[in-house]
Nanobody, 125 residues
Framework: QEALVESGGGLVQPGGSLTLSCAAS????????MGWFRQAPGKDREFVAVFRWIDGRTYYGDSVKGRFSISRDAAKSAVYLQMNSLEPDDTAVYYC??????????????????WGRGTQVTVSS
């Protein structure tokens, strides 16, 4: 099973930007999608974005659409989440996830079999 390692979290002011990175140490052979979920205190884990290897398509949660962008580096088995126009409501622990989700449930946790430990993103002035 691949180990996912996240980096890039931190403290940023509202309106600022941050980039998260996630690399799969065992390569990408065991999955066809890699993306991000987040969990704020007292809330359920929420889908953020995902990159599908098979066709290169990307999917976003409604709350981040137009502000966040996911990309990948196939050679490094890595994905990146560029977060712009950050808002206090974006404050959460961000988790990298990888697996073989089917398209109809790609925005749910179903099908994601590998998870990172999470990286904290705090948006505050």
């Amino acid at each position: 099973q691949e180990a996912l390692v996240e980096s890039g979290g931190g403290l940023v002011q509202p309106g600022g930007s941050l980039t998260l990175s996630c690399a799969a140490s065992g390569g990408s052979y065991g999955f066809n999608a890699m993306g991000w979920f987040r969990q704020a205190p007292g809330k359920d884990r929420e889908f953020v974005a995902v990159f599908r290897w098979i066709d290169g398509r990307t999917y976003y949660g409604d709350s981040v659409k137009g502000r966040f962008s996911i990309s990948r580096d196939a050679a490094k088995s890595a994905v990146y989440l560029q977060m712009n126009s950050l808002e206090p409501d974006d404050t959460a622990v961000y988790y990298c996830a990888a697996g073989r989700p089917i398209l109809s449930s790609i925005r749910t946790e179903t099908g994601y079999t590998s998870w990172g430990r999470g990286t904290q993103v705090t948006v505050s002035s």
